[in-house]
């Protein structure tokens, strides 16, 4: 994904922006893996239209967009943490290896299409993972196969790359977990690997995550159904049921409903979907909502109907449960 401008944008660029990135990076069907999928023209045309409109009535309210790369680089060379950026696909090997690297990128855009015995609803992995999975400060990928394996308390054990993935998939995507030895885990673990090509073993990067959210705020759902209709529904829908192509896939994904992540994932926690909402949205607008407000919007839509996830009470085994986990 291209780096922002510092510069204030127009509201008609962050609106063409925001359609020409289909609020994700893809890929295509074929053997040539592109960094972006188009949208139609005609309809694009329609739906910046509607931004504009919608962005006219914000104005005033919608501070210039920020790059969440670019404040990593910035950060990272005072902290002296590496660097996240997405390397340039064309230094993939020709190889087998770079093989399994090109299936693992397909597979992040395109999740349900590829794995759709894995997928239970109509998200990829580059739904949240943002940026082909190498944006900072939207859960990116870069170096976490040498972070891992790790301790995580949602499981009371260390967990291995792989056993977060399937996590993902179980939660994230409502679906089934892949087989932990399968060509498509390996694909993705190669894609993985790849993105942290030049990265110090073991050292968390700048932008791992996302940003911090003060999570001594109290949720005022109130407020945020008002602001979720005011900067969210036009890309997510008044249910937060998504916008689609006429193929099924997705323009803007849902974040409710039967098509969206289930009440396990970490999506569906306040302060989790907080993080990211400021960090990231409205999109192509970052860091421009309060802290109150992203916790405000995600109390909202975080507990609109979605699929319930299975033996989720058996999550958090030593009790040490965060506050805003979904029982």
């Not at 409109?53 to 990593?72: C, F, I, Q, S, Y």
């Not at 998504?242 to 099924?248: A, L, T, V």
Request: contains cysteine.
């Amino acid at each position: 994904m291209k780096s922002l401008s510092s510069a204030k944008p127009t509201v008609l660029m962050a609106a063409i922006f925001a359609i020409s990135a289909a609020v994700i990076s893809g890929c295509s069907s074929g053997n040539d893996t592109k960094a972006t999928d188009r949208v139609d023209e005609a309809a694009a045309i329609a739906r910046v239209q509607a931004l504009e409109a919608r962005a006219t009535e914000l104005k005033g309210n919608m501070p210039a967009a920020t790059d969440g790369n670019a404040v990593a680089t910035d950060t990272a060379a005072t902290s002296g943490k590496p660097v996240i950026k997405m390397p340039d696909i064309t230094t993939i090997p020709d190889d087998e290896y770079g093989a399994a690297v090109r299936r693992g990128l397909q597979i992040a855009n395109h999740t349900g299409q590829e794995l759709p015995n894995n997928v239970g609803n109509k998200l990829n992995c580059t739904s949240c993972h943002l940026g082909n999975g190498s944006e900072a400060y939207a859960a990116p990928w870069n170096n976490m196969t040498s972070i891992y394996p790790i301790y995580r308390s949602r499981a009371g054990r260390v967990n291995v790359i792989q056993e977060r993935i399937n996590g993902c998939f179980e939660r994230s995507m409502n679906g089934k977990a892949l087989e932990l030895g399968s060509d498509d885990m390996n694909a993705m673990v190669s894609y993985m690997s790849w993105l942290s090509q030049d990265m110090p073993f073991g050292v968390s990067p700048e932008g791992r995550g996302f940003v911090k959210i003060d999570k001594s705020l109290t949720p005022n759902t109130d407020n945020g159904k008002k602001l979720f209709a005011e900067k969210c529904s036009v890309c997510h829908g008044a249910k937060g049921e998504g916008q689609y192509k006429d193929d099924g896939s997705y323009i803007y994904p849902a974040v409710a409903g039967d098509d969206s992540f289930n009440d396990g994932a970490g999506m569906a926690r306040t302060y989790t979907a907080a993080a990211f909402i400021k960090g990231k949205m409205p999109f192509g607008q970052g860091n421009s909502l309060s802290d109150q407000e992203a916790v405000d919007i995600a109390g909202y839509f975080t507990h609109l109907p979605r699929p319930v996830k299975i033996n989720k009470d058996k999550d958090w085994p030593k009790g040490d449960a965060p506050k805003d986990v979904r029982r």
